[in-house]
């Protein structure tokens, strides 16, 4: 059974896959809180398979771009599960499930746009469901476009982004199936987070003598 899990935004989505298709899926109710939500929400949908730990043998992981905090969550999340079951763990760029979903309900050309925080988005196109540029991050106002956008950045900037559809974040689900059908391209479980963390150290560290 394939494990997915995307925590790029501020809630949390879990699903189970059986090789044909989705048996359980979980979305968080509360926002912002990826350390207490996610180990919950995968308990549940192993719950709701009347699955076990040991019967996943796959892991797909939502891999950004998104806040730091967040994919740290989900990524070591990922990588301990699958050093510990010694499965093989494969991330997907978060807008890329996006894409999929948007793809799935008949949209071809568009833009990706998700809240980046500090009045930013994380920004990518789409032609032909293939994603021709991106991800970056760009002030809204620079990457204003007519062209459909999908994602939560075009609710957020509506003069920016008049054309909104689609979803608003990614799904499990969706992760899920792109990694079972291989639809996008696979990645490292490796964060993108397209700038630096906000907490960084003052300065280097003393050397021990």
Not at 141 to 153: F, H, K
Not at 173 to 198: G, I, K, Q, S, T
């Amino acid at each position: 059974m394939l494990l997915g899990f995307d925590t790029a935004t501020p809630h949390v989505t879990v699903a189970l896959h059986d090789g044909e298709q989705v048996v359980a899926a979980y979305g968080s109710s509360e926002s912002m809180r990826h350390g207490e939500m996610l180990a919950p929400g995968i308990a549940d949908v192993l719950a709701q398979a009347n699955a076990q730990s040991w019967d996943v043998t796959a892991i797909a992981v939502g891999v950004g771009p998104g806040p730091f905090t967040g994919l740290r969550v989900g990524l070591v999340t990922a990588r301990t599960m699958a050093m510990s079951l010694g499965i093989p763990v494969y991330g997907v760029c978060s807008l890329d499930v996006l894409a999929a979903e948007a793809v799935d309900a008949g949209l071809s050309d568009f833009v990706v746009a998700t809240d980046a925080r500090r009045k930013e988005v994380y920004l990518a196109a789409y032609e032909d469901g293939v994603r021709v540029s991106g991800p970056d991050v760009v002030r809204p106002a620079d990457a204003a476009t007519d062209r459909l956008v999908v994602g939560r950045g075009g609710a957020l900037y509506p003069e920016a982004f008049p054309q909104r559809s689609g979803p608003s974040d990614p799904s499990a689900a969706v992760l899920c199936d792109v990694v079972a059908r291989e639809r996008y391209e696979l990645l490292d479980p490796e964060p993108l987070y397209l700038r630096r963390p906000d907490a960084v150290a003052a300065h280097p560290p003393k050397k021990v003598s």
